[in-house]
């Protein structure tokens, strides 16, 4: 992944900091996506993770101590597969869900917040996708199994 962190900087460095896992949850545990799951994967479109809170998109946290954060801009669109964007419900909701597009997606324009994109690893992105679901839900489990920063 590459963070656009000079376009977004507040929004890559919440996703950073997960991947990493250096915050930590109220017990003094390491909190991040290590261990998470992709939890909703639709073909066509998107693979949805971050939720390691609940695992099922209900969960939400950030690093700036809420639950959520602002909208930083929507200067990058959905315009190309591989981009890394924020999940949300609704404006100025973000926090550690983010998806990644396997189809260009001009209607989340200006509703979503684009950070970044899968400069190594397309393939695996594609397999996920690819995956047999119910409802959107993996009827496997597909988890994060290392993360970090390089």
Known sequence: MEL???????????FRQFCTGETKNPQGRPQGYKGSKFHRVIKDFMIQGGDFLHGDGTGSASIYGTKAFADENFTLKHDTPGLLSMANSGPNTNGCQFF???????????????????????????????ARTTREKPNQ??????CGEM
């Open 4 to 14: 656009f962190a000079d376009i977004v900087p507040k929004t890559a460095e919440n």
């Open 141 to 146: 489990d597909i988890s994060i199994a290392q």
């Open 100 to 130: 990644i597009l396997t189809k260009a997606s001009p209607f989340l324009n200006n509703k979503h917040v684009v950070f970044g994109k899968v400069v190594e690893g397309m393939e695996v992105v594609r397999k996920i996708e690819n």
